[in-house]
């Protein structure tokens, strides 16, 4: 039963990384296929592969889905969070606010601050990307 776990675990990840890898690279119907097959290894999948979901999901320009997901992203994070955590929601807070026409520039501004001041290393900042903040006045002249 353990060697099943282990088996189930590493094609989980395996999976994963696939489809941060193909995203990260445009190709986004190859990063949606591997994405669906790690969730079908995992039936709780970590907060930062759901946000990662809601990009994905932003790049099949299926938007109302998109921030269903982040939505539900946040709603699934615990109330006191790690740092971790800490970055998925103000990554999650920061990617609604785009759709938000009320969200001003200083907000999105504040979330981009405190998220890149967080120093989070590993996977939620691989998988989940802010960008620089030239981006983010980019983003914001965008919607």
Known sequence: MRVQKLISDLKF????????YHSSRGRFAKAR???????SYRDDPPHYLLAHDANLMV??????????????CLAKLPEILSSEEGYV?????LKLGFYDKNCGYEELETLWENAANLGVRGSPKH?????????????????
């Open 89 to 93: 929601s103000l990554y999650c807070k």
């Open 13 to 20: 990840e395996l999976n994963a990384a696939l489809s941060r």
């Open 127 to 143: 998988y989940l990307p802010i960008g620089s903040k030239s981006l983010l006045l980019e983003h914001y002249g965008n919607r």
């Open 59 to 72: 790049q099949e320009n299926r938007h109302e889905e998109a921030r269903e997901r982040y939505r539900m």
């Open 33 to 39: 296929a591997c994405l669906d097959i790690a969730f």
